[in-house]
């Protein structure tokens, strides 16, 4: 089902074209908003919720025109916004328990919902402390937690992984994707870290200076290549010379060296494993080389 859709989509502001004639659909599931800063993202969702008009185009969000219909909208999407807007003095549970009102849940529900939400986002016994004293990852998880009490069927994440170190980054990422699997709503994460969304997305939507670069399933993003890569300790020389010898194109980048071969043959896997163990080197990684999303990136604005 298409979760949203827009059409010749464009924003002028007085200085800058925000969005330039963008076109693109997104379905259910969980899908990645990819570009680098200014790309656009964050001008796009707020069209999408009727917070800004569009200069020219049209959008649809679950079928629904941002432009006369936003409060129909706010009810079945949940928004967490990329900069702060958190009260200082009030507690987690505060704060949840009156966006679940202000959506129009009865108090004693609105509690419920809260406590559940809170819960599910990672805020055990804190959530009665003022956010004001809270870390950003806490933080990050309350705005979290406002944007899903009300139980909406596609949450919109404005760089939900901004400012939070490796652990935390990794734990987001596994709500995001518990979200969009155990609990059934679509979503649609911004992030001007390309490669972070590969773990969580089912599709890709990459804008650039408020175009569209490209818009695919995961897969296709991430599709294996024709290359195996090894890193050893030391001697990659020496294990470049010794598969080169045995007909294989090899091009070094320092320890690491990326073996071009057939996709999936166990065979040159067996290869680069007996070389290996052949000159005594010791094997730090063997893996099969992806594409990643920032290479497509980068090919695809080296195009534009
Ligand atoms: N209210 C505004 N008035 C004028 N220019 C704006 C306004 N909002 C955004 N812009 C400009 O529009 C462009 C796109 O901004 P936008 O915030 O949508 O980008 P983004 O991809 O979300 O990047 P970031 O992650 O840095 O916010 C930028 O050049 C920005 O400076």
Redesign the pocket.
């Given at each position: 089902m298409t979760i949203l859709a827009t059409e010749g989509l464009t924003?002028r502001?007085?200085?800058?074209t925000?969005l330039d004639r963008l076109t693109v659909t997104a379905e259910t599931g969980v899908t990645g908003l990819v570009?680098?800063?200014?790309?656009?993202?964050?001008?796009?969702i707020?069209i999408l919720l009727g917070l800004l008009a569009p200069t020219e185009g049209r959008a649809t969000v679950l079928g629904l025109d941002p432009a006369s219909q936003a409060l129909d909208i706010r009810r079945v999407v949940g928004y967490m916004p990329?900069h702060d807007c958190l009260p200082p003095d009030m507690s987690a549970t505060e704060f949840t328990v009156h966006m679940a009102q202000m959506s129009g849940l009865p108090r004693s529900a609105a509690r419920e919902r809260a406590a559940d939400t809170l819960r599910h986002v990672g805020l055990y016994e804190e959530r009665y402390r003022p956010i004001g004293g809270y870390s950003t990852g806490m933080r990050q998880r309350v705005k979290l937690a406002q944007a899903l009490v009300h139980d909406p069927r596609l949450l919109f994440l404005?760089?939900p992984t901004n400012g939070l170190d490796p652990q935390g980054r990794d734990d987001m990422l596994g709500l995001i994707r518990r979200i969009g699997g155990e609990f059934g709503i679509s979503v649609v994460v911004?992030s001007?870290l390309l490669g972070e969304l590969e773990r969580v997305c089912d599709h890709v939507i990459v804008?650039d200076g408020?175009r569209l670069l490209r818009s695919s399933a995961i897969g296709e993003f991430t599709q294996a290549t024709q290359s195996i890569i090894v890193e050893v300790e030391e001697g990659a020389d020496r294990l470049a010379a010794r598969l080169t010898e045995a007909g294989r194109r090899v091009t070094p980048h320092g320890r690491t060296l990326a073996v071009e071969v057939e996709t999936g043959s166990p065979a040159a896997f067996d290869l680069v494993r007996d070389a290996v163990c052949d000159l005594d080197l010791n094997l730090v990684r063997l893996e099969q080389g992806r594409h990643r999303i920032e290479d497509v990136f980068r090919e695809e604005a080296a195009h534009v």
């Open positions: 924003k502001f007085p200085r800058v925000a570009g680098a800063n200014g790309a656009g993202k964050s001008t796009l707020k990329e404005d760089e911004t001007h804008i408020g």
